[in-house]
């Protein structure tokens, strides 16, 4: 299994980004698919999640409002589009995927396949 980040890169303050994963999985609509982040010297910390289906979100507080989880079930694709982003969410972002539960997980602990991680760096 092989999960793809794509899209980090150098954005002004209150500039916006576009997140993808792309994952081999065989049965793609029956894994939940999260967005994780992990900044210099902290642990890593989740900030959105989507069910299976695409039918259930759930985001971190620090990101509610800003952000947006979606995923395509044909294309094997998750999605995090990121706007007005601040200095504070400078991090690696990772995509992670586990079978579909009966929650949103949203532990590091829970997940059982990472992406490589794509580098968000937001200036000041």
């Known amino acids: 299994v092989q999960l793809q980040a794509s899209g980090g890169g150098l954005v002004q303050a209150g500039g916006s980004l576009a997140l993808s994963c792309s994952a081999s999985?065989?049965?793609?609509?029956?894994?939940?698919m999260s967005w994780f982040r992990q900044a210099p010297g902290k642990e890593r910390e989740f900030v959105a999640v989507?069910?299976?289906?695409?039918?259930?979100?759930y985001y971190a507080d620090s990101v509610k409002g800003r952000s947006t989880i979606s995923r395509d079930n044909a294309k094997n694709t998750v999605y995090l589009q990121m706007n007005s982003l601040i200095p504070e969410d400078t991090a690696v972002y990772y995509c992670?995927?586990?079978?579909?539960?009966?929650?949103?997980?949203?532990?590091?602990?829970?997940?059982?396949?990472w992406g490589q991680g794509t580098l968000v760096t937001v200036s000041s």
């Open positions: 989507i069910s299976g289906s695409g039918g259930n979100t």
């Open positions: 999985l065989r049965t793609f609509s029956s894994y939940a």
């Open positions: 992670a995927a586990r079978v579909t539960t009966s929650r949103l997980n949203i532990t590091p602990r829970e997940y059982v396949y």
